[in-house]
């Protein structure tokens, strides 16, 4: 059962109504509070006065039976160490005793303002959200070498955050995998955006165009508080939910420009791989003197051109002939640079080859291929 009789004597200083009319309250309250001080203070002296003496005599205590212990080891006389320890024991009743009236005296003492809420203990933290990590001064192939080790380890994760759409899932999402929170992870959604708008899935490329700008929100918050980007997953997932309608504008409107800088982006990658396929493909016809025969047979005179459409030799060598000696020179000199004409070695016969658009638009015919 519960003892509540401690909550009948609390001593109060500063909420009495029973004061004389010609005593100031305030300071009869103030006397009355200074002398329970006072009070507690000697109460706390003779408690530590108590404890040195108790210890005291427990240091006595414990030599003196040392020294009893060597005299008789040794045969000595007895009678002033045994009567040395029956004071010293003596006085070690009068202490229990004293403790005893001490501790009865503290329970019949009533509860004040001071005491009567006294914590066990006190423990404060504090948290902190740690800092953001400083830009590390590393070498392209650094930063590079970081990218591809980051992907093999979490490409598998990335897609699935890319493939989210609901903020309370993403979220929770990035909250487990809390090491995709990251300028790598935004990188890499870009770059995806960007496969995906080529290949011509634009549906798919808005999807993960709308996770790309979450996290680069995320990761701007995270530049503005000067914290952990880790830090800013809730703050910034809470105030997208309940934001005014001036935040989500500005979202949607940074998520469409994002999207046209993609479009844009990925028009221009398509149009550098077609010029870099174009390129090989005319590196690849090259002739021998390093000329284009595309380009050589463009230039060429249509008394020419009819020459190495038909396929004549000596169509070829007449018109030549025809023609002013600097011009043929020049002429011939360039279609074998091109690889349009092959001169004969020896006794054997000039061949020409059939300019280059021709041979693309016309596939090549072996007997293998007739019945």
């Not at 503290?106 to 990590?133: A, L």
């Not at 890499?188 to 634009?202: F, Q, R, S, T």
């Not at 690889?339 to 280059?356: C, I, R």
Request: a negative charge.
């Amino acid at each position: 059962m519960v003892d509540y009789s401690k909550w009948k004597d609390i001593e109060i200083s500063d909420d009495e109504d029973e004061t004389h009319p010609n005593i100031d309250t305030p300071s009869l309250f103030r006397w009355r509070h200074q002398a329970r001080i006072e009070r507690m203070e000697e109460r706390k002296r003779e408690l530590q006065e108590h404890e040195q003496r108790k210890t005291e005599n427990i240091r006595k205590l414990a030599e003196t039976k040392r020294k009893i212990a060597e005299a008789e080891s040794k045969g000595a006389n007895l009678d002033s160490l045994k009567a040395e320890l029956a004071s010293i024991e003596k006085e070690q009743k009068e202490i229990q005793a004293k403790e005893e009236e001490l501790k009865k005296k503290e329970k019949k003492t009533p509860w004040n303002v001071d005491t009567i809420s006294e914590p066990g203990f006190t423990k404060t933290i504090i948290n902190t959200k740690p800092n953001r990590p400083k830009d590390e001064n590393l070498t392209e192939e650094e930063k590079e070498a970081r990218m591809k080790k980051f992907i093999k380890e979490n490409e598998s994760l990335l897609k699935q955050f890319g493939m989210l759409r609901k903020f309370d899932d993403s979220k929770a999402f990035l909250q487990q995998h809390s090491q995709l929170v990251c300028e790598e992870t935004a990188n890499y959604l870009v770059i995806w955006c960007i496969n995906l708008e080529m290949e011509e899935k634009h549906d798919l490329m808005a999807h993960v165009a709308h996770q790309t700008i979450c996290m680069q929100y995320i990761l701007e918050l995270s530049k503005q508080l000067d914290v952990d980007p880790r830090a800013c997953v809730g703050s910034f997932f809470s105030r997208i939910q309940v934001a005014e309608k001036t935040y989500k504008d500005s979202f949607d409107d940074e998520l469409a420009q994002f999207k046209s800088r993609i479009q844009k982006r990925a028009a221009e990658k398509i149009q550098e791989a077609i010029k870099e396929q174009e390129e090989e493909e005319r590196k690849a016809r090259l002739g021998p003197g390093g000329l284009d025969p595309v380009e050589v047979y463009e230039e060429l005179p249509d008394e020419l051109k009819k020459c190495f459409d038909a396929q004549d030799v000596p169509m070829l060598q007449a018109t030549i002939a025809k023609m002013p000696e600097q011009k043929a020179i020049y002429y011939i000199k360039r279609c074998v640079d091109a690889g349009l004409w092959v001169p004969g070695k020896n006794d054997e016969e000039p061949t020409m080859k059939a300019n280059s658009s021709e041979q693309e638009s016309t596939p090549s015919v072996s007997t293998n291929d007739v019945d």
